[in-house]
T-cell receptor
Framework: KNEVEQSPQNLTAQEGEFITINCSYS?????LHWLQQHPGGGIVSLFMLSSGKKKHGRLIATINIQEKHSSLHITASHPRDSAVYIC?????????????FGTGTRLTIIP | EAQVTQNPRYLITVTGKKLTVTCSQN?????MSWYRQDPGLGLRQIYYSMNVEVTDKGDVPEGYKVSRKEKRNFPLILESPSPNQTSLYFC?????????????FGSGTRLTVV
């Protein structure tokens, strides 16, 4: 079983729709990261959160530590939101917390 | 501008020809790490460095070497590349190796070994 699982793997939606991407993890963590990878390949860090909720523009990330679950929401989705969204958690590894990644959710927003 | 700079962006090489992918950060971060990304497998850690002269293996270190002689630079060395090392590579840095700090990623290096 993967330590980090994302759903769905692929998501296609119409412009304007409310988007939810889910991430579940099986280990105790200090924080969870949401990343965005554009078609060009570059990776950008969107959020790092250890509790509650964070908001940046139309993006909202929530985390429930007890349930080991996080969600990334996009309100009023736009074609420029089309990207792969990746969640990552630091897993303790002999004193080093290395990032372990989900396999990503490919989001396509149709105009 | 705070950034992680990787070079080259694209590289096609032949089996067995040694190559180096450079990574440099200007944020005085202690932690640096290399990842490879393959379809269906996601991002996997190759090597990481907690600080100067401190490096350790990640999940998939075979066929790779690294060094950390200066805080800002963390090159990835493929002594004898093979086709199974064809992949998209990312360097990343963070203030420390603890996951409670944000990460900055380089733009990626797409490597093809023929």
């Amino acid at each position: 079983k993967n330590e980090v699982e994302q759903s769905p793997q692929n998501l296609t939606a119409q412009e304007g729709e409310f988007i939810t991407i889910n991430c579940s993890y099986s280990v105790g963590i200090s924080a969870l990261h949401w990343l965005q990878q554009h078609p060009g390949g570059g990776i950008v860090s969107l959020f790092m959160l250890s509790s509650g909720k964070k908001k940046h523009g139309r993006l909202i990330a929530t985390i429930n530590i007890q349930e080991k679950h996080s969600s990334l929401h996009i309100t009023a989705s736009h074609p420029r939101d089309s990207a792969v969204y990746i969640c990552a958690v630091p897993v303790s590894n002999f004193g080093n917390e290395k990032l372990t990644f989900g396999t990503g959710t490919r989001l396509t927003i149709i105009p | 501008e705070a950034q992680v700079t990787q070079n080259p962006r694209y590289l096609i090489t032949v089996t067995g020809k040694k190559l180096t992918v450079t990574c440099s950060q200007n944020m005085n971060h202690e932690y640096m790490s290399w990842y490879r990304q393959d379809p269906g497998l996601g991002l996997r850690q190759i090597y990481y460095s907690m600080n100067v002269e401190v490096t350790d293996k990640g999940d998939v270190p075979e066929g790779y070497k690294v060094s950390r002689k200066e805080k800002r630079n963390f090159p990835l060395i493929l002594e004898s590349p093979s086709p199974n090392q064809t992949s998209l590579y990312f360097c990343a840095s963070s203030f420390t190796g603890l996951g409670s700090y944000g990460y900055t990623f380089g733009s990626g290096t797409r490597l093809t070994v023929v």
